[in-house]
């Protein structure tokens, strides 16, 4: 039963948070649980994945987050307790194996983190496009406007010349 590292990079403002969890992605095979803010203009981002991951992820992070901003602190917890999961994902500590609903493919940086009472639930695991009412996409007309995607101003460019 292997446990994965949780790594956190806590920053003074959203936009160092935002390039460190950028930032920390790109660099290593870890997975973004989500994010804390946290009174006082803090805000926390958490990884998770293997050790050596996760601590290459929280410095590329940390490194891009005090070019924008400011770091206040870094940590990587290499075998954190199976109940902390609850904390940053608000499933239930399972151990993987038995696991009865596994994480939708493709899904692993879009998770939230249900903190406690933070602003952290505004996003959501699925992320639905919204139909505008009577207007449907067609292979001949792929954005629904009618004009099969062609501009509005195609085709008259000679009365536009002659009328100059």
Do not use: C
Not at 13 to 38: F, H, M, S, T, W
Not at 109 to 137: C, F, H, L, V, W
Not at 138 to 148: A, E, I, L, W
Request: aromatic share 2%.
């Amino acid at each position: 039963m292997k446990r994965e590292a949780l790594g956190m990079i806590e920053t003074r403002g959203l936009v160092p948070a935002i390039e460190a969890a950028d930032a920390g992605v790109k660099a290593a095979n870890v997975r973004l649980v989500g994010y804390e803010i946290v009174k006082g203009g803090l805000v926390m981002v958490a990884f998770v994945g293997e050790v050596a991951a996760v601590q290459a992820s929280v410095d590329a992070g940390a490194a891009a987050g005090e070019k924008v901003g400011q770091v206040i602190s870094t940590h990587v917890i290499p075998r954190p307790e199976a109940d902390l999961r609850m904390v940053f994902t608000g499933k239930k500590a399972v151990e993987p194996e038995n696991d009865p609903e596994p994480d939708p493919p493709g899904n692993g940086n879009r998770k939230k983190m249900s903190g406690i009472g933070t602003e952290a639930n505004q996003y959501s695991e699925d992320i639905k496009e919204i139909e505008e009412p009577g207007r449907k996409e067609s292979p001949s007309d792929p954005d629904g406007s009618g004009d099969n995607g062609q501009d509005e101003s195609a085709g008259d460019d000679h009365e536009k010349i002659g009328e100059a």
